[in-house]
């Protein structure tokens, strides 16, 4: 069984600078519900209920928003205004949380070695909450994925085709088609340039690990931009055993991005938040 889902929410946020200056990129709102919430949602569902963030200086938002605030909530008992806290109260409820913290951002590798004492020696679901994925009705991403983790017992990572101006910003995979919507990954590349990239299929937030990564993280060296990649950990469970890729039922929306945030509210505002 699969119990456990690591969220790295140490980076910077360079991308919405100044409002990320003094508060997580993971806490901006997409509507009326900060991204980190739909991720925490999404692996809920999908019964991952040992929930652990590797968090780092100035993310303490984060912790607050899965804890009780008991001025606030004492002041609007009974109230109207106490129905807006229902989401937060149900996944307080059903979820455990875990914090430890990454001292130096040195890359997704060296954030998911970080949670290595939090996750332990079982596998576990990732998920980049800046990549919301929404599903509507069906059954979310991870659940998806874990479906297919107890079924081949491998890490798995999600993948959409992007357009070819695209593959330049995602990890991008080769592999050997199994079925519809599903390879056994052969090699790679992160960030490739447009001719490096062996094919359309970019690797996006939403991984089911087995625990032999950390093990392989460790020995790793620092790849592109000198950080520590997790897709060149994951070439080489690929190379050893197998990884599977999956291209998932669902929209993405890359909430990192100016542009992909605003997709994403206005998407959320027409097909959720008036529904
Ligand atoms: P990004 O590449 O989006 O980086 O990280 P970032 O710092 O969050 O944002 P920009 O590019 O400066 O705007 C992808 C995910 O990996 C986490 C981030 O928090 C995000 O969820 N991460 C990245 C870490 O936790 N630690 C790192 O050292 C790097």
């Not at 938002?61 to 129905?83: C, M, P, R």
């Not at 690797?203 to 460790?218: A, C, H, K, S, W």
């Amino acid at each position: 069984m699969i119990s456990k889902c690591l969220f790295p929410v140490a980076g910077y946020g360079t991308r919405f600078l100044p409002a990320t200056k003094s508060m997580p990129k993971e806490m901006l709102p997409i509507v009326n519900k900060p991204l980190v919430q739909y991720g925490v949602e999404e692996a809920l569902e999908a019964g991952l209920f040992d929930v652990g963030f590797v968090t780092g200086r100035g993310k303490r938002a984060i912790a607050d928003h899965f804890d009780v605030n008991y001025e606030l909530e004492k002041e609007i008992e009974g109230s109207s205004k106490e129905q807006y806290l229902n989401s937060i109260r149900d996944v307080m409820e059903r979820g455990k949380f875990s914090f430890t913290r990454q001292t130096e951002m040195r890359g997704l590798g060296d954030a998911i070695l970080n949670g290595w004492r939090l996750m332990g020696d079982e596998p576990f679901g990732v998920v980049l909450s800046d990549d919301l994925c929404l599903t509507g009705n069906e059954e979310g991403v991870l659940a998806q994925m874990v479906r297919l983790f107890n079924q081949f017992r491998c890490s798995i990572v999600a993948i959409q085709e992007v357009p070819d101006d695209q593959v330049s910003k995602f990890g991008v995979i080769a592999g050997e088609k199994m079925k519809e919507g599903l390879y056994q990954v052969s090699d790679m590349v992160e960030k490739p340039s447009l001719e490096e990239a062996p094919s359309n299929l970019a690797i996006i937030g939403r991984y089911i690990l087995t625990p032999d990564i950390f093990n392989v993280l460790e020995n790793t060296p620092p790849g592109k931009n000198g950080e520590l990649q997790l897709t060149d950990a994951l070439l080489t469970q690929a190379k050893n055993g197998c990884v599977m890729a999956y291209q998932f039922k669902g929209k993405r929306f890359d909430c990192g991005s100016v542009e992909g945030f605003v997709k994403a509210t206005n998407h959320v505002y027409n097909n959720v938040y008036l529904k």
